[in-house]
């Protein structure tokens, strides 16, 4: 073994123990004997990327990627990098990226759906969600992305059910019960919403979003229904 594979292998240890600063120094060590080492550079930028150094881990995952273009998992962690950082139409380009380099890199898909949806683009953001689940279904978290965008698509019933979805797999999200309350409010299924809200501040005491709508759909059936 040569005396990068060993600082390497000492960083993992170090990573396994949250040694952090040691893990750092490990992969600086490495670069100093060979500068273009890709698998280097990409993972100081990973553990850039875990102490939130998110500029440091950009300039190494962009390092990573002149050293090796074809290396998939630098394009998709620089591209959550730039997201992290706002920057949503280059994490676009560099979750493209690993995806033409790896079609089946199924959370770079979900993680570019996700920068459709902050960019406005629904149903682009809908098809990459939809597409995500297709091949990998354990990726539960986008169903509860594509309810909120079909949502806003005023797709309501079809949101209902990403979100009746998520909270098989996740029942604790009081976030997901909050959302089935206002899409419920808006077919007009009252029981089913105040049951959502419920669940909602069940699950989380402190949401008062769920609090107030739960309050105001009770009163209204107490009058009318």
Avoid at 38 to 48: C, E, N, V
Avoid at 135 to 153: C, F, T
Wanted: overall charge neutral.
């Amino acid at each position: 073994m040569g005396k990068v594979e060993e600082h390497l292998d000492r960083a993992c240890i170090c990573l396994r123990e949250a040694k952090f600063r040691d893990a750092m120094n490990e992969y600086q060590e490495a670069l100093k004997i060979d500068p273009n080492n890709a698998i280097a550079h990409k993972s100081l930028g990973s553990l850039y990327y875990r102490q939130t150094m998110l500029d440091e881990s950009i300039t190494e995952y962009k390092k990573a990627i002149e050293l090796n273009p074809k290396y998939s998992d630098a394009h998709y962690e620089l591209g959550v990098s730039l997201y992290r950082r706002g920057k949503l139409e280059e994490a676009i380009k560099s979750f493209k990226e690993a995806l033409r380099i790896n079609p089946n890199y199924h959370i770079a898909r979900y993680w570019l759906g996700l920068s459709y949806y902050y960019i406005g683009k629904l149903k682009q953001a809908i098809e990459e969600f939809k597409a995500t689940l297709a091949k990998e279904p354990k990726v539960a978290i986008a169903h509860y992305h594509m309810g909120i965008a079909l949502a806003r698509e005023e797709k309501y019933k079809e949101a209902i059910s990403e979100f009746e979805i998520f909270v098989k797999d996740v029942p604790e999200s009081a976030a997901a019960y909050y959302h089935l309350g206002i899409n419920y409010h808006k077919i007009g299924d009252i029981e089913k919403a105040i049951a959502s809200f419920k669940k909602a501040v069940e699950m989380d005491s402190s949401d008062e979003r769920s609090k107030k709508n739960l309050a105001t759909l009770e009163e209204l059936r107490s009058k009318f229904f």
